[in-house]
């Protein structure tokens, strides 16, 4: 849409800002959402950001989500994306904010969970990257201690390339540790995704879809 084509050139432009480019992206959110309901009336609208370090796939995720079909390789994210993606055979939908994670870009995640109500916690990990655990464990450590954050739900998306050796990938035990993720917290759900070929969505909206409407 064009108010967040022009938010995103605020962020990647003007980060002096971005406090402004994120309020005019949350008041076009307030105008234009409904309220939540249960899937069978109004439907759930679900207000979603997928966070993580630079290189773990959330923007290739983001577009498998909103394409359904393999796409070619996502360059570096600047400042943001903004799709809404219909959780497939169901009434809801997800509006998902894609931020860049790179060291600088983090600062301005707060921008974010505190114009905007947060539903949803999608956090990134890619599995190929055992040398970056300790920065990812310690990003998503702070987020889910946010005030702004702490009502969300957490989905953790372990993300791999099939094609890259499995010799020295991440296992998921190790990421549950490094993260602190209590495996009996109704907040958290732990998914493998492979962000390139889609393979997982299906628990990744199943997870989602039963925490919002209560479905089995």
Known sequence: ???VQYCTRLYSKFHVSIKVSIGILGLFWIVRARPMG???SAG???NVLL????GAGKTQLLYRMKLKTASASWGA????NYESVQIPNSQTLLHVWDLAGSSTARRFFRFFYESIRVDAL???CNLDQRGRLDEAA???RFLSNEERLRKAIRVVVLNQDDEKPASGRLQKEEVVSAFGIDPDSRLTRVVHVNCATGQGLDDLY???EKYFTGSK
């Open 1 to 3: 849409t064009r108010t």
């Open 38 to 40: 249960n899937a069978q």
């Open 44 to 46: 759930v609208h679900v």
């Open 51 to 54: 966070l993580g370090l630079d």
């Open 77 to 80: 994210t600047t400042g943001f």
């Open 122 to 124: 999608m956090f990134v």
């Open 138 to 140: 310690q990003l998503y």
């Open 206 to 208: 199943l997870e989602t």
